[in-house]
């Protein structure tokens, strides 16, 4: 089983519509959960941190469920530039290393 | 974003020849990374740097190298190239969370 487990996708999704995907992690003491994102042929970038109370930012919303071990992105209102992929990050443990999903890929449609 | 970059961008070498690859950033960060990215795959950690020559093995690190004799500068060597390191390299160095350079694409024949 992978550490970081995500759909590859891709999930095709017109323009306006709300997308959500799940990403499911292995090691029960990760403490950091992030969601980068990552354009065709670019470096990864941050997207959001994933805190356990939830967190909003803007169309974006990301939440942790410890219990089940997974996080979830939700996009609403959906744009063609949030056309990309989508890279589920755990740490590993103490000393800074992360463990990455290999990416779930959205393509929104006009 | 965190000011890092990484040179060459884009290499083509042969099976056997020795390759480094740079990463340098403005950033002071203390810890730096070595990625490489192939379809399929997350990233999957080859290196990392803890400090001015304090460096250890992540999970794919057969056949690389790596030093830091400065804070900005962490080098990536490949001792000698095999075409199953042809991929896309990426360097991060960490600030609250990691911060990418831009990737180097290395084809190996």
């Known amino acids: 089983r992978k550490e970081v487990e995500q759909d590859p996708g891709p999930f095709n999704v017109p323009e306006g519509a709300t997308v959500a995907f799940n990403c499911t992690y292995s090691n029960s003491a990760s403490q950091s959960f992030f969601w980068y994102r990552q354009d065709c042929r670019k470096e990864p970038k941050l997207l959001m941190s994933v805190y356990s109370s939830g967190n909003e930012d803007g169309r974006f919303t990301a939440q942790l469920n410890r219990a089940s071990q997974y996080i979830s992105l939700l996009i609403r209102d959906s744009k063609l530039s949030d056309s990309a992929t989508y890279l589920c990050v755990v740490n590993k443990d103490s000393n800074y290393q992360l463990i990455w999903g290999a990416g779930t890929k959205l393509i929104i449609k006009p | 974003d965190a000011g890092i970059t990484q040179s060459p961008r884009h290499k083509v070498t042969e099976t056997g020849t020795p390759v480094t690859l740079r990463c340098h950033q403005t950033?002071?960060?203390?810890?730096m990374y070595w990625y490489r990215q192939d379809p399929g795959h997350g990233l999957r950690l080859i290196h990392y740097s803890y400090g001015v020559k304090d460096t250890d093995k992540g999970e794919v690190s057969d056949g690389y190298s790596v030093s830091r004799s400065k804070t900005e500068d962490f080098l990536l060597t490949l001792e000698s190239a095999t075409s199953s390191q042809t991929s896309v390299y990426f360097c991060a160095s960490r600030g609250d969370t990691q911060y990418f350079g831009p990737g180097t694409r290395l084809t190996v024949l």
């Open positions: 950033e002071n960060h203390r810890y």
